[in-house]
């Protein structure tokens, strides 16, 4: 299938139909070359990126919309103002390409229409450049409803944040210390031309300089390294997991987070549920790649009585689900699939399964709440009303005023996270 053919239907499929980048991107990879991977991919995070901004154009370049069954081609046209406007791809190249995708999309009646929209954006492409960043959305390249939020809650830090949200994201690795240390996995990949740099304190973390392919990583198959965000990596150190304790990894999936506790205490006796029964499949992927066992259900958080009748945990990692506004660098789509109304929506989700949770926990025990958000209904607010109504909960090393730690995107290169940890009266 012609790349930016490909490019326009996940567009559509995301922007139109409300699939998730990350399910539409792989099949489309299917359709196309491997050498065309990363092309594919780079034009579908940039056109989602700045959507308000190509579209702003495409608006002022055509007399009416592209509606209905033709509405591919709508995206079709973001795909070729996205390459002229932000790729190195020399522009008759783009142009060719683009309008050749009307082949492969079946309808080459709209050849001239797509190439006559290019061909305009070319010679105005100074002012409207101009007139698409003259408006908010088109500046900061965020819906107005995230703005709006953004900009209530960090008046001084939204803008960093929206362009932290539009910047391509490193690539962290976690080293499993069962293998190697930090520095010694180091050293290997020194000797393979890959250069890193360090975390100031996630203690398994190295940012590759320049991302590459985990098949170019020593050992890799092997369990010797993980691909995982930095902010992601410090769940292990707030929850502090200690041999032979019992421990919850409730909404474990992917499974980052539960080999990382098996890694740093292997005799640890680790559960990880999750509701998902396909994102539960990588959670197995990461235990066999890594070769540890952990028991993994799939179960509803919330109601604990259906899928647990064993002992309370001496400590669970409550990584809540979330909007994952922490992670848009990685998942562009979230700008457009989240709505204003989800935050209150999964506000509550999240503070029904934190009272479940709290009944699973051992006195004396541990909770480590976490999400990949931003926002403080998920987050401060969230714990802060939790500890109103919860008598024998304790907040850990952090202000009641303005409790856990809010990791903003971009901030030591990770991603955007909130840690609380609280324990259990005896």
């Keep these: 299938m012609n790349v930016r053919a490909a490019a326009a239907k996940v ?24 050498r065309d991977h990363a092309l594919l991919q780079e034009i579908c995070y940039g056109v989602l990126r700045w959507l308000p901004r190509l579209e702003s154009i ?3 370049l055509m007399d009416k919309p592209l509606k209905g069954k033709q509405r591919v081609f709508h995206h079709l046209i973001l ?7 932000y790729m190195r791809i020399p522009a008759h190249a783009a142009v060719a390409e683009t309008v050749d995708a009307t082949k492969t999309l079946k309808k080459t009646q709209l050849r001239g229409l797509i190439n006559a929209v290019l061909r305009s954006y070319q010679r105005q492409k100074d002012a409207l450049d101009e007139q698409a960043v003259s408006h908010d959305a088109g500046k900061y390249g ?9 900009k209530a809650s960090y008046p001084d830090d939204y803008a960093a944040i929206c362009e932290a949200n539009n910047t391509k994201a490193p690539m962290w690795l976690r080293v499993n210390s069962h293998h190697h240390d930090r520095d ?80 740093r205490v292997p005799s640890a006796q ?61 998942h562009p789509d979230i700008k457009w699939l989240r709505r204003g109304e989800d935050i209150a929506a999964l506000a509550l989700l999240q503070a029904e399964i934190f009272d ?38 304790t907040l850990i090393d952090s202000d009641p005023a303005s409790p856990g730690r809010q990791i903003l995107p971009g901030e030591d290169a990770m991603d955007g996270f909130y840690y609380a940890v609280l324990t259990k009266a005896n």
């Excluded at 922007?15 to 070359?33: E, F, T, Y």
């Excluded at 795909?79 to 406007?85: A, I, N, P, R």
């Excluded at 965020?142 to 953004?150: A, F, G, V």
């Design 11 to 34: 567009i559509y499929q995301v922007v139109d139909q409300g699939q998730s980048l990350s399910a539409a991107l792989p099949l489309a990879q299917q359709d196309i070359r491997e």
């Design 58 to 60: 495409t608006n002022a």
């Design 79 to 85: 795909v070729g103002l996205y390459q002229l406007g």
């Design 142 to 150: 965020h819906p107005s409803w995230l703005l709006k939020l953004l």
């Design 184 to 263: 010694t996995y180091r050293a290997l990949l020194d000797a393979e031309g890959i250069a890193t740099e360090l975390h100031p304190q996630a203690a398994d973390a190295l940012r590759l300089i320049s991302p590459c392919d985990v098949t170019k990583l020593p050992g890799f198959s092997d369990g010797w390294v993980s691909v995982q965000d930095a902010a992601a990596q410090l769940a292990v150190d707030y929850l502090q997991p200690q041999a032979g304790e019992l421990i919850l990894d409730c909404c474990a999936a992917p499974g980052g987070k539960t080999v990382h506790i098996m890694e």
């Design 270 to 330: 680790v559960v990880a549920i999750d509701c998902d029964e396909n994102r539960l499949k990588r959670v197995h992927e990461n235990l066999e790649r890594l070769n540890l066992t952990a028991q993994v259900l799939c179960a509803d958080a919330r109601y604990p009585e259906q899928w647990w009748d064993g002992e309370k945990f001496d400590r669970i990692l409550l990584d809540a689900p979330c909007s994952a506004t922490g992670v848009i660098r990685r």
């Design 356 to 393: 479940a949770m709290w009944l699973q926990l051992k006195p004396g025990g541990t909770l480590v709440y976490a999400t990949c958000s931003i926002t403080p209904q998920e987050n401060c607010d969230q714990v802060t009303a939790f500890l109103n109504r919860t008598a024998d909960a």
